[in-house]
């Protein structure tokens, strides 16, 4: 192995320009690519597709108003029953049917004819709108508009709040036609210019949120360009060479450009709410060359010849970078464990990203140190023990005496306790982190008030769905959702779920439409409402609704041929005691009324509530998994690596500890364990241990130099792979740190803050955790000189002399 | 051979252009066609060959038989409307191209509905009052057939359709409907009845019980599936052009009549439908519901004319094909009309119309259209109500109106596209439909009017 890796560094050193040839046409072939990258968020795939919940939502997509966008109009100081506020509300009814991709036959309001009332007459019924052909004006006209609502139930509970303050205008898009950052911009456009002193207008509902999700894409691109240039500089003002500076950038330009290439190639839609990743591949891409090109300049300090250098640095640098770049891709693609498809392909994308960095980080890193010119600060950046370099390795031989000697028994002990704290506090950790609205965005975002001002006025968005679900081939004599059996199961469901100890704020089924079909046919009297059990009277009250009707009008409660149905239960809220409350009340109903009934299967559930619960759902069944594979994953790669099982176990443990007290931390501040964190956390597993990888290596190489001395061995890898890990954790610190700042997405941010912590928690475990476990083990793997990290070399030419560490631990 | 040698293809155009601007000269580019039509004479004198021959329009490309496929409509696209095009190119449909009918007279028209058009035009034809309704010149109202037989302006191509739907005093159609879904399976399949009896305007020229403001009954009556089955609706209408119809609906199982809103023009009656009522026969409202008349281009067009009544096939019923699962279209005949006007109209009287105006596709061969497109408020197309007429002749098979040798002219089919969600709506017209349903045209009017057209009436078609 050794001498295969040998051969090639030289041969890559020897043929550059071969490598250049090939580099340059990969990164052409990926550039090509680029031209179809498409980033969008597809959210039905932001749902993990095996979740019985989810396969409800699946299969009867339309329940719960997934594509339909709500405006609502507030009058601040009093009621809508004037024609100022009537007015607003006919005109955004009218403005949204020209919005592109909306489906004219959905739009309804208190303004269109689909809102109705009815009054019995001798001869039968008179249905009605409950507005004529212009907005009323007089207090006469006015009252009787009011009084006509009253007597439309569904306008009275779903299109006027109960004080009778708001109104709602429902628009149901076109998936198939849609754009949904033009419709949105066009809705939102709407909204704005609706606002006065007198009225609140908000904008909610799924393809809302989508929307702005869309608008924000281009803070994306403005951040990312933002954090490109922070890194930038913070490299230059570290490097201060021309040299270490334009290395890491090109290199992550052309990993960039793979990665992304890939994409577009096999034209898989890329995740934008997941860009903080390959933000962080950005800033590790950087890492890696940091750590190369300090090693390379080191080893050139040494040796003075430039192509020898080069050669021998990709040697002893190529095992752990390739197997730190490889825990990277770990981490990132075992996240699609979670049967996520967003999350599927994401890995897909930011996995073969992380791969690219492989080439880049070993081979083009090599032709470009050796392309470019030599730098002028070499020694200053190898071994000076003056300016903000040495001040950094005094810091670090400082820190290296509290993991041996007689200090890290105290250290060791803190640590332990800080262990076991971690251990117990993370275990405990609740699953979910609900959020009024969507977790997408801030709680004070525009959407996510709209949304809670949507829920204080009127039912609101958190539904949960019961489906009635017709059998395959029934229906052929009375359509499912209007037979006798399915309208009686939904009513007992109704009366079940509504008479339990946790009722909904509301209830609506497609029998609530047949019964007053039913009353208003029968004369009008209340006590019409109930229908007889007998299938051709059920059958009429069906009909008595439906005919002269479109069926999307009923698009909530059943499907358009009529045949799957759904009762619709609206909460107060999404908090996780009333998810759990709401599903333990409507599985015990669902039990009650049998799921298998001859036409149809009741199948428990869709809507916001049973799709919040599928996403704790794969956070609970997944984050051991993931976390667990990963580790054994690492420990075997490792232990391959190290040839000892030990190898492996000292990398995981601070990797692990850091977890642990990230989850512990969450607990005690009352965050919930969500897909989010479960991301970061093994992104930042496959990110952190190559911190550990970094400085174990080093260890191994160290020891050797120093005569088997454990101390100076630690203090000589902290000095200089710790001075190199300190500053890969800043850049990438620098790289997450305007995602939380600048980010609108809370999505985002709330996954780079999480980063940050992380990276910063694995930072400090790998400083003084992996050398204390390294002093009280002593590992005899490192006492080898056999293994592939920094082997065939006389490494002592290149590792600080031990007489200089002496004085240098002297000195601090 | 070029019969007419020194028009060039550019000539037609220009011609059409300028008549679409003015809007005074009637139909015909070599000379008016309308005198040919009148005197039963082939139509040939008025166009130069490339309007009457689809192989001269399309310089051989094109012959008379060939179906029209997605892999040669780029030669007839500039003959396409919007929707006719799309469905060949993007959904599979095809077509299959006939001969252009020249002998109007006898083979685009009834008799008794030609008869009465050219009593009414010997007696000095129509024309608009002050309030916009027909008169005769006389100013009395309308008494048969068609009233402008060669229309000038959209008001006149457009009255000729509103006023008389099925170009009879009583028409009885077996209808089967079929909603397919952007998938291609069947939502609902509904058997119903659709009558229509004229008040007024009538090719006898009486009017029906003295009922003089009124212009027709009409009734639909479900039969099929056994869910809406007896479920009717009866609608009124006014011959006073500015006036909704009266629309009630019948429950058998309630005994009620239910009351519809008279400007409910946009919903369909029954649900899975793409048509609204306001598309029926291109002209579902009272013409003066709508407004901004204006003829949008005069130019030749592939119409189904013709040939598409299956009489040898049972139940009368049509191929398919296209679409998702092979199902969509009709299977249809389509043939070179050489002068079609194209009127567009906006739903002026409707101040929370979901539309933003439609365009009539009219052959001015017989005044009957045959797209009616319908647009959203943004101008994108929605819906089409496409609509196949002709007479009931099938090869050596031809029905005459009853005790007679005259061919009965109808409608033959109609398929109502949704571009915007991708449903079709078919609109079969069978030999019978559940409940017994027959086909009846022009039966005397005292023995139909107490039995279907009354509210009454329809009460009694759902006694279960």
Known sequence: MKAAINRFSAWVVNHAMIMWVIMAAFTLFFAIGLRTVDIRTVFSDLLPKDDPYVKVFSDHPNFGNPLTMTVMVKRKDGKIYNSETLKKIWNLTRDIDLAPGVDHDTIISITTEKARYAEATPLGVNMQPVMGDRVPTTPEELEDLRRRIEQSPNAKTFLVSRDESAAVIQATFLESKVDWGKAFAFVQNLVEKARDKDH?????????????????????????????????????????????????????????????????????????????????????TFSHCVQYSERYYEILAHVRNKKKAVEICM??????????????????????????????????????????????????????????????????????????????????????????????????????????????????????????????????????????????????????????????????????????????????????????????????????????????????????????????????????????????????VSDYAFQNSTVSLWYADNKQETVDNALATAKKAVDAVGVDHKDFTVRLGTGLIALQQSMNNVTERFHYRILGALSLVIVILASLVYRSVIGGLLLIIPVLLSNFLLFAAMNIVGVGLDINSLMVAAVAVGVGIDYDIYLLSRICEEYHAHDGDWKRTIAASLSTTGKAILFTATVVLVGLTPWYFMSDLKFMSDMSILLLILVTINMIMALVVLPLLVWFIKPKFATRTDLIVGESYDLSDFTAKGSEIDSMMAKV | ????????????????????????????????????????????????????????????????????????????????????????????????????????????????????????????????????????????????????????????????????????????????????????????????????????????????????????????????????????????????????????????????VRQFPANQRFEPLVPGATWFLTDAWAAGDPMLTWGDYKVVEIRPALMAAGGNWKGKRPNWEKGRHGGPKGNTFFDTEFELAPEVMVVEAKPTGFPRAPAGFKRMWIDLRNSMYCADIRYDRNGKEWVNFETGSGQLTDGDLTLYYEGTKDPIWSWNYVLSADIQTGRMTQIEHAEKVAGGIKNRWNVPAEEVYDKYFTQKAVASFGKI
């Open chain 1, 200 to 284: 609140e207008v908000y904008l909610a509902g799924q393809p809302a949120l989508i929307g702005w999700v869309y608008k924000l894409r281009a803070q994306i691109g403005w951040i990312f360009i933002a954090t490109f240039c922070a890194l930038t500089v913070v490299l230059a003002l570290y490097m201060r060479n021309f040299g270490g500076t334009v290395t890491p950038v090109i290199c992550s330009v052309v990993a960039g450009i793979w990665g992304f290439g890939l994409a577009g190639w096999i034209r898989s839609p890329i995740e934008p709410l997941l860009l903080v990743v390959p933000v962080l591949l950005v800033a590790r």
């Open chain 1, 315 to 556: 040697s002893v640098m190529m095992v752990p970078s390739v197997f730190g770049i490889i825990t990277d891709f770990l981490g990132i693609t075992l996240i699609a464990m979670a049967p996520i498809p967003a999350m599927e392909r994401f890995a897909l994308f930011a996995g073969w990203w992380a791969i690219a960095i492989i080439p880049n980080g070993v081979i083009l890193i090599s032709l470009l140190l050796l392309a470019l010119p030599t730098p002028k600060n070499i020694d200053k950046l190898v071994g000076q023990d003056t300016g903000l370099h040495g001040a950094i390795r005094n810091w670090l031989l400082a820190l290296a005496k509290i993991t041996y000697g007689k200090p890290a028994f105290l250290t060791a002990g803190f640590f332990a306790v800080l262990a076991v704290a971690a251990t117990y506090l993370a275990i405990q950790i609740k699953i979910g982190n609900p959020v009024e609205g969507s977790n997408v965005l801030f709680p004070d975002s525009e959407y996510n008030m709209a949304v809670k001002a949507i829920n204080r006025n009127f039912p609101g968005v958190n539904t949960l769905e019961i489906v009635i679900e017709a059998k395959p081939g029934a229906g052929q004599k009375w359509r499912v959702a209007r037979s006798e059996e399915a309208s009686f199961v939904r009513t007992k469901l109704q009366a079940l779920i509504e008479s339990s100890e946790h009722p909904p704020r509301a209830t609506l089924s497609f029998t609530d439409y047949m019964m007053e079909g039913n009353r208003l046919f029968s004369g009008g009297s209340p006590k019409w409402l109930p229908l007889d059990p007998d299938p051709q009277a059920v059958n009429a009250a069906g009909t008595s609704v439906t005919m002269g009707s479109n069926p999307k009008n009923f698009a909530n």
């Open chain 2, 1 to 256: 051979m070029f019969r007419i040698g020194k028009y060039d293809f550019n000539y037609s155009r220009r011609v059409f252009m300028e008549k679409a601007a003015k809007g005074t000269a009637g139909a015909g580019v070599l000379c008016s066609s309308w005198p040919l039509i009148a005197q039963g004479a082939s139509i040939k004198k008025a166009y130069p060959d490339e309007l009457i021959s689809i192989e001269m329009q399309t310089k051989g490309k094109v012959k008379v038989g060939d179906i029209i496929s997605k892999d040669n409509v780029q030669y007839v696209k500039h003959l396409c409307d919007p929707f006719l095009y799309r469905q060949i190119t993007e959904q599979g449909r095809k077509i299959k191209i006939r001969a252009t009918t020249l002998d109007v007279t006898e083979k685009m028209y009834s008799r008794p509905f030609w008869e009465a058009t050219m009593r009414g035009q010997a007696a000095g034809g129509a024309k608009f009052d002050a309030d916009g309704n027909l008169i005769t010149v006389g100013g009395k109202k309308w008494t048969g057939g068609s009233p402008f037989p060669d229309p000038k302006t959209a008001l006149e191509a457009t009255i000729n359709l509103t006023l008389a739907w099925g170009r009879a005093d009583m028409t009885q159609y077996a209808v089967r409907e079929t909603e397919i879904n952007a998938a291609g399976d069947i939502d609902y399949r509904y058997d119903f009845s659709w009558m229509e009896l004229m008040v007024q305007s009538r090719t006898d020229g009486q009017v029906l019980r003295n009922q003089n403001d009124l212009l027709r009954q009409q009734v639909v009556w479900f039969t099929s599936t056994e869910d809406v089955a007896g479920t009717s609706f009866l609608s009124t209408w006014y011959y006073d052009q500015r006036k909704m119809p009266d629309l009630y609906g019948y429950l058998p199982q309630f005994r009620r």
